[in-house]
């Protein structure tokens, strides 16, 4: 039973997981080396609780309680009586593993430790331990208090005692478990490169504008937030970073290769929201207008449908690949799309909507146009077109 929670970090992730911890009734010491930021969450936590009263979300007693619940510390010794510990601190594996080899000399030897980390290798992360069986991956997203899914995942030197008490705890904090292997970008952000990669592709060969792409996806696709919206939403910095390390950790595979639009982007300072200027520009309301954007030739623009279909099917192929590659079950691969970015609908499930054949056809219609790696179809959906069956 995990009733002692030590959370390393206490940025926005961290003081999120804090705060979902502290609500499923686990005491929890938040530690950050400074202090400043500690204070920073402790009112931002009040801020939140206040919010949530006078909304009717929960009375003043379960506030006090929560906020009870979560003691700041600046020492990593305060940890001691862990039975859990999850890192949120900067995705550097040097870093973690430096933090991870110290705090091992606190802690019981039955303490769990776990990174929150997005993409790093949990196994490289395990190896600065004395006991590497007792680490694993807890990837929450952000809000953490907001977003069902929790991706866990097992590096292959977890127990097994590890892996499920990992996953007793976090279906206890009322989160759903998506198990991941321990590949590059687990499932989400493996699966979701298409999304962010197939939308700028058809920018890039002047087929249609940001703001036409975005509205495909949300006007036929029924997605909340169009590729370039989200984004601007997420940063551009960010957002490469992710795609370009996803890219060299599978070897260069052409599937995620990064888009020198985005780099520019990037590099120009035009990373979003948070900059006020990405794909679209905005104001200081948060209202955002389309940006004047030249066309990179002059093919007449291409349907909405035929964008949507175009980037649904390279979404599904990902999550078919995932599938073949044993990443994760078919129910997790769309859960961890549904409830971790808020897909529509999970992308087996749209698969077998739109038929497994018609997938393999766009795929191969794709293939046949540009010759590129990039558009090779999944050797599962392939098998299962021939077999005639469903993902579920």
Known sequence: MI??????GSGTMGAGIAQVAAKAGCFVKLYDTKTEALENAKTDLEKIMDRLVEKGKIDSEEKERVQNNIKYVNSLKE?????????AIVENLDIKKNVFSTLEKFVSDDCIIASNTSSLSIASIASSLQ????????????????MKLVEVIPAIQTSEETL???????????????VAKD???FIVNR???????????????????????????????GFRMGPFELMDFIGNDVNYTVTETVFEAFY???RYKPSFTQKRFAEAGYLGRKSGKGYYDYSENGELSVRAQSRTSSKENVAAENIFERILVTLINEAADALFWNIASAEDIDNAMTKGVNYPKGLLTWADEKRIN????KMDELYDEYHEDRYRCSPLLRKMNRENKTFF
């Open 191 to 221: 699966v979701a490169r298409p999304f962010y990669g197939e939308a700028l592709r058809i920018y890039e060969e002047g087929m249609a504008s940001f703001s036409e792409i975005d509205s495909a996806m949300k006007e036929i696709g």
């Open 131 to 146: 006991k590497p069986e007792r680490c694993i991956g807890i990837h929450f997203f952000n809000p953490a208090p907001l």
């Open 3 to 8: 009733k002692n929670v030590g959370i390393i």
């Open 358 to 361: 018609w997938c393999v056809s």
């Open 252 to 254: 260069f595979d052409p």
């Open 164 to 178: 499920n008490t990992s996953v007793k705890t976090i279906k206890d904090w009322g989160k759903t478990v998506a």
């Open 79 to 87: 940890l001691k009586d862990s039975d859990l510990t999850i890192e």
């Open 183 to 185: 590949t590059p970008g």
